[in-house]
Structure formats: C-alpha cells, structure tokens
C-alpha cells in the first residue's frame, strides 16, 4: 500500500513564523501536490511538483512556496504565516494516471 | 473550466439500506475520475478509479459507474453500515491525464444510522 506521511496532524503557529510542512511517500511517485481544504471551498490546489527539483504554481502560490530535493519528500513552505493560511493541508502523491494518494493532513492553526 | 458538482450535500440513511451517492461534471472530455472517502479531520482515502473508457469499478460493497457522456458518474454503497458514514467526493481528471487539472466535488456528507 501506497504510504503518505504528513510530519505532524496539529500545529499552532504565530502570525509571521515560517512554517514548514513536510510530507514524504515511500512509491517512488513522481507526482506530489500540496491542497489546502477549507469549509466552503473544497479542496485547492496550492504547488505541485512533477520531478525533483521541478515545481509548478497550483491555484492559490500565494504566500506559500515548496521545495522537493528528494523524490520522496515534498516541503511547503509559509514564509510568514498570516492567520488566513489557517486551513486543513493536504500533501498526496501519485504516478500518471494512477490514483491519486493522500496524507493524514496537518491542521495548522495560525494565530 | 470543467466544474463538478456533488447533490446532495448531506444523507442520512438507516443501517442496512442500499444507497446511491451522484456526481455531475461540465465536461465529458476527462481521463478518468475516483471517488474518495474522507473521515472527520483526516486525509482522503482513495475508494475506486474509473478510467474514461470504463463504464464501472466495483470494489467488495461499492460500485462506481461512470457515463461520461452524461457527465454523470454514481457510487453505489449496500448493505450500509455505521461506518460508512463519511464525507465522499469525486473527482475529474482532465483529458490530458495530468493530476494537475484535477477537479474535486466539494462532497457528499453520509450518515448511517444505527
């Protein structure tokens, strides 16, 4: 089975910390996406990364940035938190076509 | 822009029905679409992926159809259970079978009643 890890389910940062999200998988999936869920607005796209190093602007980059120096790991990154990046995060990873697999989340709290 | 939309936003069912979960999309050009589970506070888990050429998946109680030139595709649940109850969504690959034109529902909240 297809494993997303999401380094932590809670965090409660300050107005103005940077923040970082890491998610790993352990498929060799070259594909991993970073969403963002918020009640209302379903889920939304924020960077996908396609190959190590490679990275594209999902629907909403503002704010955030990412990093993926590893195949398997995928960072997004709050280069100052504000509290509207309060929010449900999402890291999945898949290959072509396949399906497409979830992490836990991490519900961060920004205050 | 494709747009999918997931009626109604909320069921409620007694234990034991057999229950039919819908999902509309705009545009019939897509690669495939997979419906996921999600419980409270947690990630999605994947359930079935239907590829466009395919008019259903089925997996143990669930079946997944597809009608892509309706744009309509239904996961049907039996024999319901307690723990069943979850939030469901859809969501449409585009044609060009990119994960980056993904298009999610925005859910169908299911309780099964003891």
């Known amino acids: 089975d297809v494993k997303v890890t999401q380094s932590s389910r809670y965090l409660v940062k300050r107005t103005g910390e940077k923040v970082f999200l890491e998610c790993v998988q352990d498929?060799?999936?070259?594909?991993m996406f970073w969403y963002r869920q918020d009640p209302g607005l379903g889920l939304r796209l924020i960077y996908f990364?396609?190959?190590?190093?490679?990275?594209e602007k999902g629907d909403i980059p503002e704010g955030y940035s990412v990093s993926r120096e590893k195949k398997e790991r995928f960072s997004l990154i709050l280069e100052s938190a504000s509290t509207n990046q309060t929010s449900m995060y999402l890291c999945a990873s898949s290959v072509f076509g396949s399906p497409l697999h979830f992490g836990n989340g991490t519900r961060l709290t920004v205050t | 822009k494709q747009e999918v939309t997931q009626i109604p936003a909320a069921l409620s069912v007694p234990e034991g029905e057999n229950l039919v979960l819908n999902c509309s999309f705009t545009d019939s050009a897509i690669y495939n679409l997979q419906w996921f589970r999600q419980d409270p506070g947690k990630g999605l888990t994947s359930l079935l992926l239907i590829q466009s050429s395919q008019r259903e998946q089925t997996s143990g109680r669930l079946n997944a159809s597809l009608d892509k030139s309706s744009g309509r595709s239904t996961l049907y649940i039996a024999a319901s259970q307690p723990g069943d109850s979850a939030t469901y969504l859809c969501a449409v690959r585009g044609a060009s079978g990119s994960a980056r034109q993904l298009t999610f529902g925005s859910g169908t909240q299911l309780t099964v009643l003891p």
């Open positions: 498929m060799d999936h070259e594909n």
């Open positions: 990364s396609y190959d190590v190093k490679m990275k």
